[in-house]
């Protein structure tokens, strides 16, 4: 989707393409096309607040890298209990260079701080994504 197809209450302003590029590269071009393919009255205000701050504000920073970043939203989203996120934040961790070990070690911790039932659903929820994406483990 080029910018001139987004939904036309998305202001495509220099935060939201930075936000975009980078949203790009973790997610995926697929994801995120399919994402912004959805956006309808209701979705846009929300799409344009997460593209352009979230991922045009904070991931575009240097002080972290986007693996980094990536290792601290599978910790945060694990304690948080947001499973749907996690599944789409592993994917992103992958493409980020986070190994499948990385992760076991980030969901153990994670059960000293969270609590066992937090972090046995972000095992559960890494393992069904390596299963659908043939990732060994």
Same mark, same amino acid.
């Given at each position: 989707? #080029? /910018?001139? #197809?987004?939904?036309?209450? @998305?202001?495509?302003?220099?935060?939201? !393409?930075?936000?975009?590029?980078?949203?790009? =590269?973790?997610?995926?071009?697929?994801?995120?096309?399919?994402?912004? *393919?959805?956006?309808?009255?209701?979705?846009?205000?929300?799409?344009?607040? @997460?593209?352009?701050?979230?991922?045009?504000?904070?991931?575009?920073?240097?002080?972290? *890298?986007?693996?980094?970043?990536?290792?601290? $939203?599978?910790? +945060?989203?694990?304690? +948080?209990?947001? *499973?749907?996120?996690? !599944?789409?934040?592993?994917?992103?961790? @992958?493409? $980020?260079?986070?190994?499948?070990?990385?992760? =076991?070690? +980030?969901? /153990?911790? %994670?059960?000293?701080? %969270?609590?066992?039932?937090?972090? /046995?659903?972000?095992?559960?929820?890494?393992?069904? +994504?390596?299963?659908?994406?043939?990732? !060994?483990?």
């Amino acid at each position: 989707m #080029n /910018l001139e #197809n987004l939904h036309p209450a @998305i202001n495509p302003n220099e935060g939201f !393409k930075a936000g975009l590029a980078v949203r790009r =590269q973790v997610l995926g071009d697929d994801y995120v096309e399919a994402s912004l *393919s959805k956006v309808d009255d209701f979705m846009a205000p929300l799409q344009q607040f @997460i593209t352009e701050h979230a991922w045009g504000a904070v991931w575009t920073r240097e002080g972290l *890298s986007l693996k980094t970043r990536s290792m601290l $939203n599978l910790a +945060i989203l694990t304690a +948080i209990n947001r *499973s749907h996120e996690l !599944k789409l934040h592993i994917r992103g961790a @992958i493409n $980020n260079g986070v190994t499948v070990q990385e992760m =076991q070690e +980030i969901f /153990l911790h %994670c059960a000293v701080y %969270c609590g066992a039932p937090a972090a /046995l659903d972000a095992f559960k929820t890494a393992q069904q +994504i390596f299963e659908e994406d043939g990732i !060994k483990t």
